[in-house]
């Protein structure tokens, strides 16, 4: 199984590892720091030994590599793992800040239920099955996840089961959540956010989150 460094240290962009298994294009490592897609966050994007990883999916508590044809890697050989850290970091940024938006949804809709959430690199969205328009709670979502990001409080991330990898993040004043993605440290680090409502049909609203910058 996968040793998941990116969880020790999501600020790693390099690792070295060995390669756990070769079936055809598709490798496993015995250590990655290469993200792959869970709970709506994007796959990271880079290479391993070079070659650019065309796909990471999950199976299970293992992560399967997919790589070009002829990448020639065998079982044993060590490998060295990198990542586009400038891609790592906003997804970082804005997971958290998904996940911090529907925490507040959570608080003041009560009822309201999640039914899909995506992260990339440009923006982030959660869609809601809500039979009313959100947007008239927009500006109050904006505002208090905007000030709880300029208090730049520390963000604890930890297992809540180790053997099953089940994790969690959590910050002052804020129960516990459950979350298996990559964090960052400091809430601070995310930056002033705009929230965007968007009617994806009858009984359903769309919160798209931005970063600020671009």
Known sequence: MTRKEFWNDPYQTALEAAVSSVNGAEITLDASIFFAFAGGQESDRGTIA??????????????????????????????????????????????????????????????????????AQDKARIDFAWERSISPLLANFTAEANRIIGLDLA????????????????????????????????????GPLRLKRNNIGKGKERIEIYLEEG
Request: aromatic share 8%; hydrophobic share 40%.
């Open 50 to 119: 070079g070659a650019p990883v065309l796909a990471a999916r999950k199976e299970g508590l293992e992560i399967v590599y997919t790589l070009p044809e002829a990448h020639g890697l065998v079982p044993g050989q060590k490998v060295r793992v990198e990542i586009d850290w400038a891609r790592r970091y906003r997804l970082m940024r804005l997971h958290f800040a998904a996940e911090l938006v529907l925490e507040l949804v959570y608080r003041e809709i009560e009822g309201v239920e999640k039914i899909g959430a995506h992260i």
């Open 155 to 190: 963000i604890r991330t930890g297992f809540e089961d180790q053997e099953n990898e089940r994790r969690f993040w959590e910050i002052e004043g804020f129960s516990r959540v459950a979350c298996g993605g990559t964090h960052v440290r400091r809430t601070g680090e995310v």
